[in-house]
């Protein structure tokens, strides 16, 4: 199996509401999401696909739906003023971890019709979060 990695950057905000830590509050990250593609052969150029194949599909993505949105659990108190205020905000079922900004990114690659088999995000340099299927 060949695989290829695409890194895409883009920057979000949150909170975290049952964390007991800082991460409570609300912050924000720059982060990279490693998009891999997998195919058992090569195409006829010799690659598993373009590059910026993954590139455009990721971005089509991450800039209308995640980079610099605010992204909130659907039952954040702050929701009545960051409407009332004009805000943008995009308020999920769970809440907005790393995790779930991988296998967010994941399910929309894989139903553009890219054979992703991994994307992992990177919150800070040191710390990672992967979503693959079993």
């Excluded at 990250?29 to 490693?34: F, I, L, P, Q, Y």
Aim: charged residues 20%; glycine residues 4%; contains cysteine.
């Amino acid at each position: 199996m060949y695989t290829i990695t695409k890194d895409v950057y883009f920057c979000y905000g949150h909170r975290l509401m049952a964390h007991p830590g800082k991460c409570r509050h609300l912050h924000g990250h720059s982060v990279k999401a490693a998009i891999t593609v997998a195919a058992p052969a090569l195409n006829e150029q010799g690659m598993v696909c373009d590059f910026a194949d993954i590139s455009a599909v990721a971005h089509r993505y991450i800039d209308t739906v995640l980079d610099h949105n605010l992204l909130l659990h659907r039952d954040d108190p702050l929701v009545p003023a960051l409407e009332q205020a004009g805000e943008r905000f995009l308020l999920l079922e769970e809440h907005p971890t790393a995790e779930c900004l991988a296998r967010m990114i994941y399910e929309e690659v894989k139903a553009q019709g890219l054979n992703v088999q991994r994307v992992s995000l990177w919150e800070t340099t040191s710390a990672c979060a992967s979503y693959a299927e079993p």
